[in-house]
């Protein structure tokens, strides 16, 4: 199939940042060809979302090149995209639309799917009802409308509204349900002693090439945008400890708040996590990687994630040279973060970044143990093998001697099944 041709327009105030460059990635990753691409640097106006002068412009362009398609940044309203098409004679899309099609074409997982049916069921219901008041006022032409046709009218776009609002409240129950189950897996797996890491950053930062690099599981990692969509957990070993390391949907820039509460489910394992890796992309300018970053703390506020020890881990460092490293690690703290510059691709300095990782989870402390040669106490010593790091082991005549380093959590579990005392905290690491 031959890809859509495409005119991208941005329009953008003063004071807005140039994201002329990502919008084209953003139509490339959905699979347009670009035909060419306008940058309109001024107030918006409420008509078109550009002057009329520049309408005009770009109506003469049109009728040169013949696109298929105009693709528009950032978001308009219904009522603009429905003006533009006729000014132009062409289809027009806009950057959230963009933005959907390229989450149908990434979903894989029925969350991810069911998440991106409701997102454009929101995104498509200011459109519907301003097609269908449209059409009734095309149909009452001149006249104006009686009573009893605005009624029927009104009565149509409500059952067509209501009928899109029955099937994205029946999409939320199913997304809770899968939502549900997933919470029972955490909760599992919190109880067996597992400590939570999730990785989160703009899209296309490196977070699955992260993610593939700590765990050794296979995700897949492409120099596209959103190539990530559903979550995906996997153990990792780090001495003493156990972690499930979650990889999961990237953040954008301007973003709808619809978009956001469709992802959720998957963002809040981003909100349940013990520590966040903060993926930032460092072979961007330093002001590209600080607008990502403002960007990524923004959705943070927006999905309620706070108070999370997090660590940035500057990323792609194999393509700077040791100064530009220094500086963007510079411009990182500024902004209040520990920095650990690293390289997921070619595995720069992951040690250094778990160790930081290992920092910031709870204290580890060493206990001493004396176990009673019986079965319970061979199951523990087992369960202390998968989740405590067994320091030594002292077979004597009528138990066993263990030193083990536990975290306070995991020490109580131990006290509340052996019952009596002979848990003692030997030093704290
Ligand atoms: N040079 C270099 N490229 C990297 C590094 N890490 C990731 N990349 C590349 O960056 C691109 C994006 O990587 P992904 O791991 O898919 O990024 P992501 O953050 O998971 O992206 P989304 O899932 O799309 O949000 C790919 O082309 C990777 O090969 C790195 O350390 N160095
Ligand atoms: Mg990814």
């Not at 009329?52 to 009728?63: D, L």
């Not at 969509?229 to 709808?256: H, M, N, W, Y």
């Not at 909100?271 to 960007?295: C, N, P, Q, T, Y």
Request: proline share 3%; aromatic share 6%; glycine share 6%.
């Amino acid at each position: 199939m031959n890809n859509l041709k495409a005119l991208l327009v941005q329009s953008r105030r003063y004071n807005e940042s140039n994201l002329l460059d990502e919008f084209e990635a953003l139509a490339q990753t959905a699979g347009y060809d670009i035909l060419g691409s306008r940058d309109i640097v001024g107030p918006p106006s409420a008509k078109f979302g550009i002057s009329s002068g520049n309408v005009e412009e770009i109506a003469t362009w049109i009728e040169i090149n013949k696109p298929d398609v105009v693709l528009f940044s950032p978001q308009l309203r219904s009522s603009q995209v429905f003006r533009l098409m006729e000014a132009w004679n062409t289809e027009v899309r806009d950057r959230t639309q963009l933005i959907l099609e390229i989450f149908d074409r990434h979903a894989k997982t029925a969350q991810a799917k069911l998440q991106i049916e409701q997102a454009r069921l929101s995104y498509e219901l200011p459109f519907e009802r301003y097609q269908v008041r449209q059409r009734l006022q095309k149909e009452q032409t001149g006249d104006r409308p009686t009573t009893d046709q605005v009624g029927v009218g009104e009565d149509l776009l409500n059952l067509r509204v209501q009928a899109i609002r029955r099937r994205i409240s029946s999409i939320q129950q199913k997304l809770e349900k899968i939502s549900m189950a997933q919470q029972l897996k955490k909760k599992k797996r919190a109880k067996e002693g597992f400590i939570e890491l999730a990785l989160a950053g703009y899209t296309n930062a490196g977070k699955s090439t992260l993610h593939s690099a700590l765990t050794g599981s296979s995700v897949l990692i492409a120099d596209q945008l959103f190539t990530t969509l559903s979550t995906k957990a996997a153990e990792l070993s780090l001495p003493g400890r156990q972690v499930v390391l979650s990889d999961s949907v990237g953040f954008i820039s301007g973003l709808p708040k619809s978009l956001y509460q469709a992802f959720n489910t998957t963002l809040m394992e981003i909100g349940d996590a013990d520590v966040i890796i903060l993926v930032v992309d460092g072979s961007d300018s330093s002001s590209e990687m600080l607008r990502k970053l403002h960007a990524c703390q923004d959705a943070f506020t927006e999905v309620g994630i706070n108070g999370i020890p997090m660590i940035v881990a500057l990323n792609k460092v194999d393509l700077l040279d040791e100064s530009t490293i220094i500086e963007r690690t510079g411009t990182l703290e500024e902004e209040g973060y520990h920095v650990i510059p690293i390289s997921a691709k070619e595995c720069i300095n992951l040690e250094k970044l778990m160790e930081t990782v290992k920092e910031l989870l709870p204290a580890l402390n060493m206990y001493t143990l004396e176990l009673p040669y019986d079965n319970e106490s061979m199951s523990l010593l087992s369960w202390l093998y998968e989740v405590g790091h067994i320091a030594d082991q002292e077979y004597n005549e009528n138990s066993i001697r263990v030193k083990v380093l536990l975290t306070l959590e995991m020490a109580e579990k131990v006290r509340r099944i052996l019952q009596d005392g002979s848990l003692d905290l030997a030093h704290t690491t």
